[in-house]
């Protein structure tokens, strides 16, 4: 079998899924290959992209969209672009109805086999605090890390989820708009760019 067929055929979750609020099967949302130009290393599917099977079709897609400054069809051109999540498949809602967090046997069985499939790309963006931690060394909390993201860039940028959620957290800090933003859509632009 193939690493796709692997992933996809994946059922290491499905008792934890079956016991979550949502009670779902897993269904892994694979969306990368060799030799894409950017990475977009994320936290997990939303329960949209768990009936859709495509990632980020949701508000937060929008959003992450918008802030690379990319069209639908670059962001889902898997030659070019490959979204590499902390677990492959929606992790469902607690008693509450929030976002329960990824299942680390996700991460711990396939993320090594598939980032070593995918190489190193130009440009990678680690959306929120677990796809931080197991990219970046240290002990830093989200804002942290996107606030010191002149560290990392031009090849890395740690973001923060593109959630709605987070509008707040945007309007608290005008820099990611006004300096984060703009370089981040110009790297994307080269990453793209280059043969």
Same mark, same amino acid.
């Given at each position: 079998?193939?690493?796709?067929?692997?992933?996809?055929?994946c059922? =290491?979750?499905?008792?934890?899924?079956? /016991?979550t609020?949502t009670?779902h099967?897993?269904?892994?949302?694979?969306?990368?290959?060799?030799?894409?130009?950017?990475?977009? /290393?994320?936290?997990?599917?939303?329960?949209?992209?768990?009936?859709?099977?495509?990632?980020?079709?949701?508000?937060?897609?929008d959003?992450?969209?918008?802030?690379?400054?990319?069209?639908?069809?670059?962001?889902?051109?898997?030659?070019?672009?490959a979204? =590499?999540?902390?677990?492959?498949?929606?992790?469902?809602?607690?008693?509450a109805?929030s976002?329960?967090?990824?299942?680390?046997?996700?991460?711990k069985?396939?993320?090594?086999?598939?980032?070593?499939?995918?190489?190193?790309?130009?440009l990678?963006?680690?959306?929120?605090?677990?796809?931080? $931690?197991?990219?970046?060394?240290? $002990?830093?909390?989200?804002?942290?890390r996107?606030?010191?993201?002149?560290?990392?860039?031009?090849?890395?940028?740690p973001l923060?989820?593109?959630?709605?959620?987070?509008?707040?957290?945007?309007k $608290?800090?005008p820099?990611?708009?006004?300096?984060?933003l703009?370089? =981040?859509?110009?790297?994307?632009?080269s990453?793209? /760019?280059?043969?």
């Amino acid at each position: 079998m193939t690493l796709f067929s692997d992933i996809y055929a994946c059922s =290491l979750c499905a008792d934890r899924f079956a /016991a979550t609020a949502t009670a779902h099967r897993p269904r892994p949302v694979v969306w990368f290959d060799s030799g894409a130009r950017i990475l977009i /290393a994320g936290q997990a599917p939303g329960a949209r992209v768990q009936i859709s099977g495509r990632p980020f079709t949701d508000p937060s897609g929008d959003r992450l969209r918008d802030w690379m400054g990319v069209t639908d069809d670059t962001f889902y051109d898997q030659s070019r672009v490959a979204i =590499l999540p902390m677990a492959f498949c929606f992790p469902g809602y607690n008693a509450a109805g929030s976002d329960l967090p990824p299942p680390p046997i996700c991460a711990k069985t396939w993320r090594q086999p598939a980032m070593d499939h995918i190489g190193t790309p130009p440009l990678t963006l680690l959306i929120g605090g677990n796809a931080q $931690k197991w990219h970046l060394s240290g $002990k830093m909390s989200v804002t942290e890390r996107v606030s010191d993201w002149r560290t990392y860039a031009p090849n890395v940028f740690p973001l923060p989820h593109p959630s709605w959620r987070n509008t707040g957290w945007i309007k $608290k800090h005008p820099w990611f708009e006004t300096d984060l933003l703009p370089t =981040l859509k110009a790297c994307v632009q080269s990453a793209l /760019a280059d043969p």
